[in-house]
């Protein structure tokens, strides 16, 4: 929830008194080789782990990445320190998706205003609810037997966590590329001694991502089942992008438990249709999906939305994790 108006200003105050005293640039994860805010060319901050993974790999051993998300923390409820706030305010670049953290959005507007970088202004998101955008070229025509109350019900949980668009953009690797590019060029605009390591940098991410692309490409062309059922619906990127259908148990809050008949209705679509995975997340509980999985012959695993790395992650980076999720949906969707 949004902090009141009251502890903002305390926040921004503990903020200034850092700043004042030294303290502001203390604190927080640095990528690269570990380099602080203080000895780095560069310094940005990010609030969630794939904006963090690209700007490590994108500015590298000179380039100090504060992440705003401790590790396993649900990066939607995140609500900043007075500490966290000031390494906005110093920061030469925040890096961030409108819409997805309202406490740094929040930030970047009031400390940040020149140095904001916002991915919503960088590429096209797909609109929240899974609605059709005409800058995409996603096919949403596939039938649910599912809709109604609960299609309804989901809309309204991603209009209210997320606002206007979907944020999960780093499931499709052709927009993380497209980040990366932008990145980069505001990197060098920052640091213009560094603009050609960036550049590098970026082509080196386009690479890898073309590569996982790919791997994605062929994994799943040709598969027994394309229905990719999963209590958190922030997938859209990827199941659109690969032909697959998304089927949501409750909607993108992980934390709101679906109604029994939501249950039943996700229960009789697994029966109906011989659907063989339930996927549940790291960062979210897996009852909900152990009960489904009792009532049907299905069992289940693992898709990570990547929104930060855990223990359960299959990876423990961005590539890794991408790669186990395809390992996961071959396996699943019995492909070929």
């Known amino acids: 929830m ?16 850092m700043i004042i005293t030294g303290c502001g640039s203390e604190g927080g994860d640095t990528g690269g080789d570990g380099v602080s805010p203080a000895d780095a060319d560069l310094t940005v901050v990010t609030g969630v782990y794939p904006l963090e993974w690209l700007a490590q790999e994108i500015g590298g051993d000179t380039t100090a990445v504060v992440q705003l998300t401790e590790p396993g923390a649900e990066p939607h409820d995140l609500e900043l320190t007075g500490r966290q706030i000031a390494e906005v305010s110093e920061a030469d670049i925040v890096f961030h998706v409108g819409g997805l953290q309202p406490a740094v959005d929040e930030a970047a507007a009031q400390e940040g205003e020149d140095t904001s970088l916002d991915v919503a202004d960088l590429v096209s998101l797909r609109p929240a609810g899974g ?12 039938d649910h037997d599912h809709e109604g109350e ?4 989901h809309e309204e949980e991603d209009g209210h966590d997320h606002g206007e668009y979907d944020p999960h953009f780093w499931l499709d690797v052709d927009l993380m590329a497209e980040t990366a590019e932008a ?30 692309g790919e791997e994605y490409e062929e994994g799943l062309a040709s598969c027994q089942h394309r229905e990719v059922v999963v209590g958190h619906t922030a997938f859209s990127y990827l199941t659109d992008r690969y032909d697959l259908e998304q089927i949501g148990v409750s909607g993108v809050d992980p934390e709101n438990e679906p109604s029994p008949s939501q249950i039943a209705d996700i229960a ?13 997340e790291p960062l979210m509980p897996a009852e909900t ?3 489904i999985a ?29 790669r186990g999720n395809l390992e996961a949906l071959t396996t699943a969707l019995s492909c070929e």
């Open 268 to 280: 009789d679509i697994v029966n109906e249709r011989d659907i063989s995975t339930i996927f549940t």
């Open 294 to 322: 009792a009532e049907t012959d299905a069992q289940v695993e693992v898709l990570d939305p990547l929104e930060g790395v855990t223990d359960q992650s299959p990876g423990d980076d961005y590539p890794s994790i991408m």
């Open 183 to 212: 990145l980069a060029e505001r990197m060098g605009e920052a640091n213009p001694e560094g603009a050609d390591t960036y550049r590098r940098g970026a082509e080196r991410v386009a690479g890898e991502l073309a590569a996982i």
């Open 2 to 17: 949004r902090t009141r108006t009251s502890v903002r200003a305390a926040a921004l105050g503990a903020a200034i008194a």
């Open 289 to 291: 999906a152990d009960t």
């Open 150 to 153: 609960d299609d309804h019900a």
């Open 131 to 142: 609605g059709e955008d005409e800058d995409h070229d996603h096919d949403h025509g596939h």
